[in-house]
Structure formats: C-alpha cells, structure tokens
C-alpha cells in the first residue's frame, strides 16, 4: 500500500471535507475536538476549539485544538476521530478520497490479475499468482484483485440481482459491489486438468484486495444440482471480517454471518460487521479482544434463524461475557431466515427494527453518562461519604494540617524545591506520620534505595528520641553511619540500645509504609498496576508519593521532555481522580528560579504541574526574596549558599496553589526547622512570628 509522496499530499487536501463530514461543528468555523471533547456542551450550544488552518508552507491543510494542543493533518485526525492506527487510517482516507482505490485492506501484492473474462484453460497458467520467493515458502500466496475489482464494478448495471436483494443504489456504490457474467474460481481453476472450468454469473462483494465473496445471482431452480454447494464462494485463505470499519462506532455495532445481512443492515442505519460464516466466528472475536474492551460500542448479536446460526451466536456471547464486552442478542431476522430476507419482504418493519434497537442501546448510554456525569449525581455522591472512612489524611504537622484544612484530601499534589532543602525527607517524614495514624503509604523511590530510605527513618528516630534525654541529641545517629557497619563498633551500649528501641517501634509502627524501588524503566502504567494491585489485595485507599517526577520513564521516548511530563501528569491526575487516591508527587525546580523567591513558574514544566496540580507546594530557604537586579539575586544566592551547609537549616513551606482553600501569602508561610544531618524536620510556626517563634494564628 505504499504511495508516492505526491499522493500523500493529495490526500492531505482533503482535511476540510472531512472535518465538515465527520466533526461536530460549533461556532464560528470552529469543531468540537474528538480528542478532549472541547465544544461537548450542554443543550446543543457548542463552543468547539479545533480549527482548520493551514501549514507554514501555505498549502497543507492541518488541524490544532486550542484546548489540548492536539495538532495535524488529515491522518492524525482519522487516526483520533475513528481511533484507529496509521495504517488503518491511510486505509480509510483512500477509501473516502482516492478513486482509483478500493479499501481492500494491506495485503502483499503477488501479481496484479489482468482479465477479467476468464481465459480458456490452456491459459490459466498466465492467470497464476508468482511464486513467493524461497526464503518465505511459508507464507501463503496472496492474490490482488483489484483491477478484477474494478472491471466488475462497471459491470453491476448489467444485473438486478442487488436490487431483487433489496440494496439501493448507494448501498451498492458504498461497498463497491461488481458482476462477473462468466465467473469461475480462480483457486478452483488451477486444479482443472482438461476443457474449461465451469462459469456462472456472480455478485462480486469485496472483502480486501485478496478476498471476495462471490454469489450466485441465478435462481436457486436454475443451478444445477453439483453447484448448489457451491452457490456462496470465498476466494483467498484465512479472508478477514467484512467491513470491520464498523466496530469503531462508539454506540453500539451489529455483527453477523453474511456480508448482505450486514449491509442490509447498514442500509437501515446500523453499523454492521459480517464474520463471513459461521465457521469464522472466532475470527471475529479474535478482533474484537485486540479492542479495549471500556472505549468499544455495545456489540449487538446477530443471528440466523438456524441451529449453526444459534451456534455463533451463543460462542460470541460467551466470549463477550467472558471478556467484558457490553453485548445485546437482538432478532433482526423476524420471522424470516435472516436478516437480508426480512428487508426484501417487509422494509419498513425491518428498518424499524434496526433504528428500535438502536435507539434503545442510546437510550440506556444516554440514562448511564447522565447518571455518571450530571451534576445532580455528585449531591449523592457527597451524601454517600456520610457512611464511608474519612479520606482526609493528616500529615503530622499540625499547623500545616489546620491551615489545609485536617491535611491532604484526595487529588493530585506536587511538593518542589532546589536540590539539599529536604524534599524527600519532608515527604518521608509525611509519609511515617500518616502511616502512624493507621493509613497505607506506597513511596515510589524512584532515586534512592529501600535502605537509604530506612536509614534516613532511623536517623531522625535516635534523634527525636535522644532530644527527650539530652538538649543537643548526641545519640542522634547519621543516616550514613548507620548503613555503614564499620562504625557500629564505635557506639557505646547507651547509643546501641537507643538505636535498637528505635528501629524495633520503626518495625512495629511503620508495617503499612510500602517502599517500591521503581529504579529503571518506572513510568505511570507501571505506579498505576501497583496501586491497583495495592488497593485489590489490601481493600485500603493509600497515600501514594512519586520522588520525583522528572525521572519517570518517558510516556513515549519520541516525544520531548515537557510533553512526556504534561502527558504524565495528566496520568496522574487521572489515577487520583478515578481511584479517589491523594498523591503526593516530588518535582525539582527549574535552574533559573534557584535564586528567585519560589513561584509557579519555579516547576520545571510548570505548564502541566501548575494546571494539573490540586495543590502545588514548595520548600525554600526562609529570607527569599523577589530578586530582579543583580545586587538582588546575588543575595539570594548567598542565602541558598548559607542554607544548604547549616547543621539546621531554616526552611519555609509555600502553598502556591490550592484548588478549594487558602494559599500561603508573603506573611503566612510556614516555617521549619530542618536538621540535615539527622534528617529531621519540626514545625516552628508562621512568618509573620519573628525569630522562629513557636505557635501560629488561631483560626
């Protein structure tokens, strides 16, 4: 199916007829956008935000949504609008655009068919496809029949057979049906030893380039009785579904055995796809399995009113079944043999009852997305959580939790900062102080192993622990000598037998901290199977921390490094917003905002953090400030300087953003006192309190 690259290009002229056939129109010349719904408004009034422009070369016609950025040309747009791949989309572009081109799928061409009028036998070898080459022996030989295609499509005049079928003029065109007057099977002939196979006159339905079924168009007392078997042909091995385009509809589709049942149906206003026969019903539900079983259609059953039709049916039901396909069994034969039979004796009935079922399926989608999506479904939603576990997580710190109003609440939340101000220790210390109060922690560690993690715990435990007994805590423990074995044997036993308590209360206390090392290749599919795994096997809602989000694995490696963060995040949004989840992820800080006062603009792709984000929180030295001369930002750079080598180090925490409360202001940052060395972090009070003091505004 390649093309020369001129061809392409014609293609791609077609974008605005597409757009104008296929996308919802709103305002304006604007179109609602397949890909993030913009322009689905409430009763009819669409304020869409894709528009057709054209290439900076003037003449490529492409299309950009202002809402998601989403942008290109004509194949992109099949490929979102009809969710399909690049090869099926070219597929479908020739199909809708090309006039020398029959959609007959992508099969190897071997030996284009030159006649269409069968040759004696003497001259069937000419007709014979070329051998595959030697080193592919294995693969079956594919025939192309498309100028055979074309040839009988201008031959459909000269038969009234679609019309005695009940197929209209439209019907016939769409799926390009022909007419060989003296057909014979190609397959067939090659076995013919002496004279000339015999012909009769078929309906050619086109399948693909390789495959076509071909029918009989004489009356069943004008066959003779050795062809009757052979009345219904199909010619190429292993031949694919017929118009399986029609399992992209969102609704619902139709699937059943004849390639005429399903374009009767489609005829009627239905989508329908033929699995050709009945034999080749796990054909079918091979295709259907590649499909995501939550974005397909409801996949309406289809049966002939006979045992092997009955047969079919009942295998796809269960695979559906099994599978978690939405299906529905529905008669649309009535009480005739199948479908086509029903059109050709009662059309009205017939049509009313495709557009019954159809209507129906829409009913029951339209009852579920209203039930899912209006807003007076959230009002039981709110009373629902009267009867279900408190979702506010409290941190630790109390009067981080009183200005967050109890902590964190389910959503998406971004902790930032410059490298040596504690991000993950602050979060590490969150995550003990949640676990303590009975809640699941799952610390994707992304950077730092399991027992760096552990070690840091146990640091500021002999810390906290020897501050009760002695004011400047000399039976703290570094984090690195406790990893080290070596120094072990430089404790005394007043230091050996603090460390012990601590790490037995750390083991006895902290069984519900789940440290994952998600070293390597780590992304969002791999942090979304284990909380789900977490959630299925515990029946608890976690806390869940990312450290830190720039190192995830790409969500796609072609793909630059602000749009793999814009596409995680939204991926974490996602995961928050479907499980209900709060999510703590850790983001550095973009280099030019190292000596500025922190701001949005200080998260490195702050576009997608800032937006995505529920709340964005940030560390910084305390004494920061807004720096635009150079006087001013050296200041600040000696301010960070002095910070990240003092033994305790004074850090404020900012709330940037919080979508439903207060954010912090110039004179009500809270204020910490962070101890490096033994990994400690205490709560001191507000910026508006001089010198540290402790305490904070009543509220």
């Not at 399986?244 to 004849?258: I, V």
């Not at 206003?269 to 034999?279: D, E, I, L, M, Q």
């Not at 791999?526 to 976690?542: L, N, Q, S, W």
């Not at 937006?611 to 150079?630: G, R």
């Amino acid at each position: 199916m390649s093309l020369e690259q001129w061809e392409l290009e014609a293609l791609k002229q077609n974008l605005p007829d597409y757009a104008k056939r296929f996308l919802k129109k709103s305002k304006g010349k604007m179109y609602c956008c397949p890909a993030c719904g913009s322009g689905q408004g409430s009763n009819g009034k669409y304020t869409g935000a894709l528009g057709i422009h054209k290439a900076k070369d003037g003449k490529t016609p492409l299309f950009t949504c202002r809402s998601c950025g989403k942008t290109g040309n004509i194949f992109q747009l099949v490929m979102i609008n009809e969710r399909l791949d690049f090869k099926s989309a070219l597929v479908r572009v020739r199909e809708l655009y090309d006039p020398t081109y029959n959609p007959y799928g992508n099969g190897r061409t071997v030996k284009t068919m030159t006649t269409v009028n069968n040759p004696p036998a003497a001259e069937l070898q000419t007709q014979k496809a070329d051998p595959v080459p030697a080193v592919k022996e294995a693969e079956p030989v594919k025939r192309d029949f498309r100028n055979n295609y074309k040839e009988w499509e201008r031959n459909i005049e000269d038969t009234d057979y679609p019309q005695k079928r009940g197929l209209d003029y439209e019907t016939v065109k769409r799926f390009h049906l022909g007419y060989a007057p003296e057909w014979y099977s190609p397959t067939g002939a090659e076995s013919w030893k002496n004279g000339t196979p015999p012909t009769s006159p078929r309906l050619i339905i086109p399948v693909d380039e390789s495959h076509y079924t071909a029918r009989d168009t004489r009356e069943d007392q004008d066959i003779p009785e050795p062809q009757k078997i052979f009345k219904k042909q199909q010619e190429g091995k292993d031949g694919p579904l017929f118009n399986r385009f029609a399992m992209n509809d969102k609704l619902c589709f139709f699937c059943c055995e004849g390639e005429i049942d399903a374009m009767s149906i489609e005829q009627a206003g239905g989508s329908c796809v033929a699995y050709r026969s009945t034999g080749n019903k796990e054909r079918f539900c091979q295709a259907l399995g590649k499909r995501d079983a939550t974005e397909t259609g409801t996949v309406v059953i289809v049966q002939d009113n006979d045992k092997a039709g009955r047969d079919a049916s009942d295998y796809i039901e269960q695979f559906c079944r099994d599978n978690g396909f939405l299906f529905i069994r529905r008669n649309v034969s009535g009480n005739y043999k199948d479908p086509n039979e029903f059109l050709v004796h009662d059309r009205r009935t017939f049509e009313q009852t495709v557009k019954g079922i159809i209507q129906e399926l829409r009913q029951e989608r339209m009852q579920d997305y209203m039930e899912q999506h209006s807003a007076s479904s959230a009002v039981d939603a709110f009373i629902k959580r009267r009867d279900t576990e408190n979702d506010t997580i409290p941190t630790g710190f109390s009067l981080m939790d009183e200005f967050l109003d109890g902590g964190f609440h389910p959503g998406l939340y971004f902790l930032g900062a410059v490298s040596s101000i504690g991000k993950t220790t602050w979060a590490l210390q969150v995550a003990e102080n949640v676990v303590s109060h009975g809640r699941d922690v799952l610390f994707f560690s992304l950077e730092q192993s399991k027992e760096d993690l552990v070690s840091k715990s146990l640091s500021r435990r002999t810390y906290e622990k020897s501050l009760k007994k002695y004011k400047n805590g000399k039976l703290g423990k570094f984090n690195i000598s406790i990893m080290r074995r070596e120094t072990w044997q430089k404790w005394s036993q007043e230091e050996w037998d603090t460390f012990l308590t601590c790490a037995e209360e750390f083991k006895q206390t902290q069984k519900n901290l789940i440290f994952i090392e998600a070293v390597g290749d780590y992304g969002i599919d791999e942090i979304t199977e284990d909380v789900e795994t977490h959630i299925a096997i515990t029946g608890r809602k976690p806390l869940v921390i990312i450290d830190y989000l720039q190192i995830m694995k790409p969500y796609d490696e072609r793909m630059a490094d602000k749009q793999n963060v814009d596409r995680t995040t939204s991926a974490l949004k996602r995961l928050s917003r479907d499980q209900n989840l709060t999510i703590l992820a850790i983001s550095s800080f973009n280099r030019e905002s190292y000596w500025q006062q922190v701001s949005l603009t200080s998260f490195k792709e702050s576009g997608s953090v800032e937006y995505s984000s529920d709340v964005l929180l940030a560390l910084s030295p305390a004494d920061m400030k807004e720096a635009s001369s150079d006087a001013e930002k050296k200041a600040n750079r000696e301010t960070v300087s002095k910070t990240k080598v003092a033994e305790v180090r004074q850090v404020e925490l900012h709330v940037l953003k919080n979508r439903n409360g207060r954010i912090t202001s110039e004179k009500n940052k809270l204020l910490f006192e962070y101890t490096a060395k033994f990994n400690h972090f205490k709560e001191k009070g507000y910026s508006y309190l001089s010198n540290f003091d402790n305490g904070g505004p009543s509220m």
